[in-house]
């Protein structure tokens, strides 16, 4: 049987750290495959807030809604372990984007998984539709691709 292959986009937009906690782990002792989606989610809120957005949107704003997954699982990780979390914004689109993720161990930079999640725009508050993108979640995006142009070119 083939196995999932992701290929994700070159840069960083966003990174985060989490913890490994107990609450996390499976029978294996190891990150739950469900507990690491959980953790997809907090990067994601995380990263919504730096962009001064939110899952739910306001009445003048649309909120988002997670159309699909991909998770591809490449080493365990374990109770009080730190994840880095990089998540980088592609292909958008009229009413979406894509979003991928590379999660890594902090002390170790082991790779533990590669993820993508489609997002969908969504009116939360009048239609309960999708909705298009605004202008201003793209402008955001390029502001803060900008931003780290501008530290990388400083860096020696």
């Given at each position: 049987?083939?196995?999932?292959?992701?290929?994700?986009?070159?840069?960083?937009?966003?990174?985060?750290?989490?913890?490994?906690?107990?609450?996390?782990?499976?029978?294996?002792?190891?990150?739950?495959?469900?507990?690491?989606?959980?953790?997809?989610h907090e990067a994601r809120v995380r990263f919504l807030a730096y962009?001064?957005?939110?899952?739910?949107?306001?009445?003048?704003?649309?909120?988002?809604?997670?159309?699909?997954?991909?998770?591809?699982?490449?080493?365990?990780?374990?109770?009080?372990?730190?994840?880095?979390?990089?998540?980088?914004?592609?292909?958008?689109?009229?009413?979406?984007?894509?979003?991928?993720?590379?999660?890594?161990?902090?002390?170790?930079?082991?790779?533990?998984?590669?993820?993508?999640?489609?997002?969908?725009?969504?009116?939360?508050?009048?239609?309960?539709?999708?909705?298009?993108?605004?202008?201003?979640?793209?402008?955001?995006?390029?502001?803060?691709?900008?931003?780290?142009?501008?530290?990388?070119?400083?860096?020696?």
């Amino acid at each position: 049987m083939p196995r999932l292959k992701l290929t994700l986009p070159e840069g960083t937009d966003f990174e985060t750290q989490l913890n490994v906690r107990v609450t996390d782990l499976n029978y294996g002792n190891h990150l739950a495959n469900q507990a690491l989606l959980g953790m997809l989610h907090e990067a994601r809120v995380r990263f919504l807030a730096y962009l001064n957005y939110t899952e739910l949107g306001n009445a003048t704003t649309p909120g988002i809604i997670l159309a699909d997954v991909e998770i591809q699982f490449r080493h365990e990780a374990f109770l009080a372990d730190q994840l880095n979390i990089a998540l980088r914004v592609d292909q958008l689109n009229r009413v979406g984007f894509d979003l991928y993720y590379r999660v890594s161990n902090v002390a170790d930079q082991t790779e533990i998984a590669l993820a993508k999640t489609s997002i969908v725009f969504f009116d939360y508050h009048t239609t309960h539709k999708r909705a298009s993108m605004p202008a201003s979640f793209e402008q955001a995006i390029n502001a803060i691709r900008e931003k780290h142009e501008k530290i990388r070119k400083q860096q020696p």
